[in-house]
């Protein structure tokens, strides 16, 4: 199944859940995300949506909603919700509870304006929140599509990813793609060879693929047979400073070994160009659209996963790079995580360009290149 | 490459600015073309100004916003002041001078005048197809819009509705070609 | 159905590996989770259970049986086991909280689980104290009492929960008994249990339980028993809403 469609960006991640085989939407409605809610709400109460046990519920806030997911993910669903701003700060909660307990949820941040309530428009400042919003080491998966496609292939993708590696999983966009109109091609994953991963329930598993304390830290699962019967205990409480150095280095490792399996990066242009601009997300589709119209002056490097975050490759993007360019609808939260990645790699100067909860236009980002280049 | 059509619209809540440049991206899609839209969303949903962006051509970025217009539609009075900022040379502006009457703001770029409220009024007595009638004439203004293929994506758009009242149909038509033969 | 007259100290789905218990001596914890593991035997229903445990003291009862369970964040315990059974309607999902988690950080959740009639069991144990902090107030802590953060003696009010769900849900199962009569508690729990199991929609059960160390009356089972009885039993309505 192949078909083109004007679409939604909220529909598009609806859509992506579905075909993903998520079978529970568990959240709170909050702008620019809630016409998520309403096209699952309406798919779940549909005869399809009934024969295939949808489950829709919203919350009585985004608290409750994150923990259901979590619920709903240790019961062995693939489970999602979709939140923003002070929806995500909120969501944090169980966020943290997620990478402490590796339980694959999948959560869609569409970034609006910041601090606080601010406006329900847009933003890139939520990079932060979520990629680090929680207490402790937690580690989780981020990924920052650009476009109405990547939204689909990266809500699907997020499942996978969530499954495979059992870490909290995000896709980061904003609302300019939420509530933005156009072209996306819908499909099957199946038809499109994709896999998708297996799932497992933590609580009431009769047959298991791998051990659960394979997954979850070994000091967070007890594990006792009962005439013949398996009985799995999890806590994240721990009494020991020991204890909580083991799960903190057994989640490290798991992450390790993971992480490079899932960095994703776009390089785009000409690898002679001088300026490299760093920009992920929708500045990312504007700065593509930039380097087009400066005609060799400009390349691009996109980070796709935020966390982790594609070092090796921007490390090695930034060879012959004259001045990096960080445009971003924030402040020094993408440039952050280049300057760690790129701390004494390179002598080129870097210019951050910080426009905090306001939208960058191609023009602005064509001028800014020019402005540079001498 | 052809250069992409960039389309500003702007007015009060309620007056269906989402949905003429919704429709109008739409309408270009289903013919075609590469199309993107995306509102001004905010939390004046009601009683405030809104506005919205489409973009149309055969290569659509993207990026949804733009920093100039081509195609610029005011209204309201309060529009004109909310979108001046993406006027440029040359940029077409029609506007709804039922509501806009002060144009010394947008006087040099010749604006094209839509007395569409009162049409709607007077002629069609139905003010709610005041948008059917600024939506004829935004679409004269784009280039490589098909206005047959045009107007059947509206019945499309509008089948439920007409299917509920079917003179509705007939009236939105005359709204719309009323619009387009006066821009 | 279980009486005192069973020949076994402990339920067969007791984890037998993990005692003696955690609990402080005197703690009404053991009473209620004993009870409900009685209860669990009585239906069979050992392999069905999810069992959530709040942070607090009820934590320490992460292991006391055989039984699939998972701890969870401060509050959080009943909006996960609702996401628990919404995901696996075959599960008997049971949320194990105590006053603080329940009437304080976790009322929002609580409440509208019982609005949205969730089928899960909630079971607070009420002792009128924070106690894992230290002896905290409690929105149940009685009038005139002294703990940590009231100095002075606590104010006027308290919550009943069971008079609130009951407000919220007419057709929930709701209940609430004391550790001083186990006969009745594993009585209602047995019922409150089955009820979810049955599919009927929401059970809530509180139970009146002693905190001898933040009571102080730890070297003083009259006094606890007095406590329980003559003060909490008189203030908190026992038996079937």
């Given amino acids: 199944m192949r078909e083109k469609q004007f679409l939604m960006g909220n529909e598009v991640l609806a859509r992506a859940a579905r075909a993903a085989g998520a079978t529970g939407m568990y959240g709170y409605p909050i702008t620019p995300g809630s016409e998520v809610l309403l096209w699952w709400a309406k798919e779940a109460g549909s005869e399809q949506g009934k024969k295939d046990g949808l489950v829709f519920l919203q919350a009585e806030d985004e608290i409750g909603a994150s923990f259901m997911l979590s619920g709903a993910a240790l019961a062995g669903t693939k489970a999602f919700t979709v939140t923003a701003g002070p929806g995500n700060v909120l969501m944090q909660d169980a966020f943290s509870m997620c990478e402490a307990m590796r339980i694959p949820i999948v959560a869609y941040i569409n970034q609006r304006g910041g601090p606080s309530t601010s406006t329900v428009i847009y933003s890139q400042s939520e990079v932060t929140l979520t990629a680090f919003g929680g207490n402790g080491n937690g580690y989780r998966v981020v990924y920052a599509p650009s476009d109405l496609q990547e939204l689909y292939d990266y809500g699907i993708k997020a499942f996978n990813t969530a499954w495979k590696y059992r870490f909290p999983t995000f896709v980061l966009a904003d609302g300019y793609q939420a509530k933005m109109m156009g072209e996306v091609e819908i499909y099957d994953p199946h038809d499109r060879g994709i896999v998708m991963a297996s799932t497992e329930r933590y609580l009431l598993e009769e047959k298991r693929d791998r051990p659960i304390d394979q997954v979850v830290p070994k000091p967070e699962v007890h594990i006792r047979v009962q005439d013949g019967v398996e009985y799995s205990c999890y806590r994240n409480c721990l009494n020991l400073e020991e204890e909580t150095l083991q799960v903190n280095m057994e989640i490290k490792d798991a992450w390790d070994k993971a992480a490079p399996e899932i960095e994703e990066h776009e390089t785009y242009g000409d690898d002679r160009a001088e300026t490299l601009i760093v920009a992920f997300g929708i500045v990312g589709a504007a700065s593509k659209q930039a380097v087009d119209q400066l005609g060799g002056k400009a390349r691009l490097f996109r980070p796709i996963t935020l966390r982790p975050f594609p070092s090796a490759a921007l490390k090695k993007a930034v060879k012959g790079a004259k001045r990096i360019i960080v445009p971003e609808s924030a402040i020094a939260q993408l440039s952050r995580l280049v300057k760690e990645t790129l701390y004494g790699v390179t002598d080129a100067p870097m210019i951050e360009h910080h426009r905090p909860s306001i939208g960058i236009n191609v023009d602005e980002i064509v001028d800014l290149v020019r402005k540079h280049h001498v | 490459m052809q250069e992409t059509f960039k389309i500003v619209i702007c007015g009060e809540g309620g007056q269906g600015v989402q949905s003429i440049a919704k429709i109008i991206a739409q309408a270009a899609f289903d013919q075609g073309k590469k199309a993107v839209y995306v509102p001004y969303f905010s939390t004046e949903k009601r009683g405030g100004v809104t506005e919205a962006f489409a973009q149309i051509g055969e290569a659509v970025p993207a990026y949804p916003k733009f920093a100039k217009a081509d195609l610029w539609v005011a209204l309201s009075q309060r529009a004109v002041e909310r979108i001046h900022g993406y006027l440029k040379e040359g940029t077409e502006v029609v506007v709804n001078s039922y509501l806009v009457k002060d144009l010394s703001l947008i006087a040099r770029w010749k604006p094209i005048e839509i007395d569409a409220g009162r049409i709607a009024k007077e002629e069609f007595r139905k003010p709610r197809v005041f948008n059917m009638v600024m939506m004829g004439a935004m679409v004269k203004r784009i280039p490589g819009l098909d206005k047959d293929r045009f107007e059947a994506a509206l019945d499309h758009v509008f089948a439920s509705k007409y299917a509920k009242d079917p003179s509705l149909k007939e009236l939105n038509r005359n709204a719309f070609e009323k619009g387009y033969g006066l821009a | ?241």
Wanted: hydrophobic share 40%; net charge neutral.
């Fill in chain 3, 1 to 241: 159905m279980s009486d005192m007259t069973s020949p076994l100290a402990f339920p067969r789905c007791v984890r037998i590996e993990s005692k003696p218990h955690l609990f402080c001596p005197g703690c009404g914890h053991p009473e209620v989770l004993k009870a409900f593991g009685f209860a669990v035997d009585d239906l069979g229903i050992q392999k069905q259970v999810a069992f959530g445990v709040d942070i607090g003291c009820s934590l320490l009862a992460f292991d006391f049986f055989n039984i699939d369970t998972i701890e969870t964040h401060h509050g959080r315990t009943v909006p996960v086991m609702v996401g628990v059974k919404r995901g696996n309607p075959q599960a008997v999902s049971v949320a194990y909280v105590g006053d603080g988690g329940a009437y304080a950080i976790g009322l929002g959740s609580l409440l509208n689980a019982a609005i949205r009639d969730e089928n899960i069991l909630v079971i607070v144990v009420n002792n009128a104290v924070y106690a894992m902090t230290g002896g905290q107030e409690a929105p149940t802590t009685l009038p005139g009492t002294r703990t940590a953060t009231t100095p002075y003696g606590a104010d006027s009010h308290f919550v009943k929960g069971p008079d609130l769900v009951r407000h919220l849900n007419p057709g929930a199962w709701i209940g609430r008994g004391i550790t001083t009569r186990q006969l009745e508690l594993r009585r209602l729990m047995t019922e409150a249990l089955a009820f979810v199991k049955e599919g009927k929609g929401f059970a809530f059960l509180e139970v009146l339980s002693p905190c001898t160390l933040s009571w102080g009356t730890i070297d003083d089972p009259h006094a606890t028993f007095d406590i329980l009885e003559n003060r909490m039993a008189k203030a908190y309505r026992l038996g079937k809403f």
